[in-house]
Every structure is written in structure tokens, then in C-alpha cells.
């Protein structure tokens, strides 16, 4: 064999088909390849619409939150509704399972056998027993703690930290009568439906919790 | 498992490792390696997505006892 047949990658640009067929084959290549390196690059967005204020309902958005910002995503959480409450400088939450049926109602405490039994509540019980939704709520708090999962509390500092953008509704303030200065001065922006949507319009992912 | 620091997560739930393994990667010049120690089998996935989302590598990802023992080194 001589070296003149020895097979050498051919390293210069390659000339473009002439033929209809071979370009077209070849634009779509190039323009998959394009599309693949401009996905790799961007930046991904996280949309979240947080309409909810008791403790139950405040994990799922604190927690996807300030995930999306640990993977560098860009996250920001809109309040509205009793979502507000979970940006009040006084965070006073809490759950209760009274019109909540799946809230599994189990000991903090006790002998893991006790621990593990679910004792539902009556709604009798639940609506009418003085201090019962403080007590659910604390026992909710004991568990939480237990089990070594983090407090709303904590979750908000991190998404504060992590630079999530929290969004805050403005018609709310003005319906049930609050005041700028009952919330937490890390919020964003105070803003409407229409400022909300063009911030949500190239969300990746846009959840309603 | 040899590594420049290490961040003892064990006891604590999802999302909080990831959270902190973040925080302490932050702080780290890149090609420098993070060994995370957790309690939560949940972490096992989570710290597969995690790394591949951000570009750090996992090195390595075992059981050693009851803990879950996580190598990752910054990219």
C-alpha cells in the first residue's frame, strides 16, 4: 500500500451541494445542529402563580423555587389571592383538615406504631373544637421538623438569597384592604395581570399552585 | 472518598442537600471536588439531575452505611 492512498480527514470547508435535494439535506442538518446549540445555551424559566396561604399550600412553590434557582434557572413567584399572606413580614400560616380530606392526621410523637396511624378528625371536630387548626398547625410544624424538611420561613430566605423574583399581586392589596408595609420589602415588583403575563410569556415551565 | 470540602447534609430533606450542596459549590474554585453526605435516598436522583443541569461532574455516587455519599467536582 503507498502512502499516497493512506486516508487523511479531509479538514477543509466543504464546498455546498449544488443539488436541490443535497442542499435542502444540509440545511436541515445545519439548522439542527443550531437549534441544539442555542438550547444548550439558554437559560431556563420557571413561572410559578402561588394563590394559596396555608402551610400545605406554600411548599410546592418555595420548594420549586429555590430548586429552579440552585440549577440556574431563572424563577420568580407570582402572588395573588391568599397567596399573599406567605409574603407577609408576619408569617403566621396554617394548615388545618378541616375541608382538607386528604391531610393524613398522625402523631409527631409516640411509639413509631402510633406514629404511623392515621386518626382522622371529624369535621364536627375540626370546625367546631376551639384552637384545633393552632393545634394541627403545630403538630404539622413538629412533623416538618422531625422529618428534617424545611420551614416555609427557611425556604423564603433561600429563594430571597437565590435571587427568586417574587412578583406580588396589586388589585389584592387593594381587595381585602392590606398594606404595602404588612410584607417583606424583598418583593420584586407590585404588578397586574397584564405586567404579570409578559413576565410569564417565555417561562419554560409556568405552574399554578 | 477524598475531596477539598466536604458537606454533611445527612438529616435533612429534599430540596435542602441540593440547596446547600449550591451554596458550598458557590464558594469553590472550579475544578476543586465536593463530597456531600446525605440521609435522603431522595438525593440519589436529585443529585443526578442536579449536576447534569449545571455542568458539574459526579464523579462518584455510593451507599456507605446508611448514608448516601455524593463526589461532585465543579466545572
Request: net charge neutral; hydrophobic share 45%.
Amino acid at each position: 500500500m503507498s502512502l499516497a492512498k493512506l486516508q487523511v480527514p479531509d479538514r477543509r470547508p466543504q464546498p455546498l451541494p449544488t443539488d436541490m435535494a443535497s442542499l435542502e439535506a444540509w440545511f436541515d442538518r445545519r439548522l439542527e445542529e443550531q437549534l441544539a446549540q442555542r438550547a444548550a445555551a439558554k437559560t431556563r424559566s420557571l413561572a410559578i402563580i402561588a394563590t394559596k396561604g396555608t402551610m400545605d399550600m406554600a411548599y410546592p412553590p418555595f420548594i420549586l423555587a429555590s430548586t429552579a434557582a440552585a440549577l440556574g434557572w431563572k424563577a420568580s413567584i407570582f402572588f395573588t389571592f391568599y397567596g399573599l399572606e406567605l409574603l407577609k413580614k408576619d408569617l403566621s400560616i396554617k394548615v388545618s383538615p378541616l375541608g382538607n380530606p386528604a391531610m393524613p392526621m398522625k402523631l409527631p410523637f409516640g411509639p413509631q406504631w402510633l406514629r404511623q396511624m392515621n386518626l382522622p378528625i371529624p369535621n364536627l371536630v375540626a370546625g367546631n373544637m376551639p384552637g384545633f387548626e393552632s393545634m394541627a398547625t403545630t403538630m404539622m410544624e413538629q412533623t416538618v421538623k422531625s422529618k428534617g424538611v424545611a420551614s416555609i420561613k427557611e425556604l423564603r430566605d433561600i429563594c430571597i438569597e437565590s435571587e427568586v423574583r417574587l412578583l406580588a399581586c396589586q388589585m389584592t392589596v387593594d381587595l381585602f384592604s392590606y398594606r404595602q408595609d404588612e410584607f417583606i420589602p424583598e418583593i420584586a415588583e407590585w404588578i397586574g395581570a397584564t405586567s404579570y403575563l409578559a413576565e410569564a410569556q417565555n417561562a419554560d415551565v409556568c405552574l399554578f399552585v | 472518598m477524598e475531596a477539598n470540602q466536604t458537606l454533611d447534609a445527612r438529616g435533612l430533606n429534599c430540596p435542602l442537600p441540593i440547596l446547600r450542596a449550591k451554596k458550598a459549590l458557590n464558594g469553590m474554585p472550579a475544578g476543586d471536588t465536593l463530597k456531600v453526605v446525605s440521609t435522603d435516598p431522595g438525593s440519589v436522583k436529585d443529585m443526578e439531575a442536579f449536576c447534569a443541569q449545571t455542568g458539574n461532574t459526579l464523579l462518584a455516587s455510593q451507599l456507605a452505611g446508611s448514608n448516601f455519599e455524593f463526589l461532585i467536582r465543579k466545572s
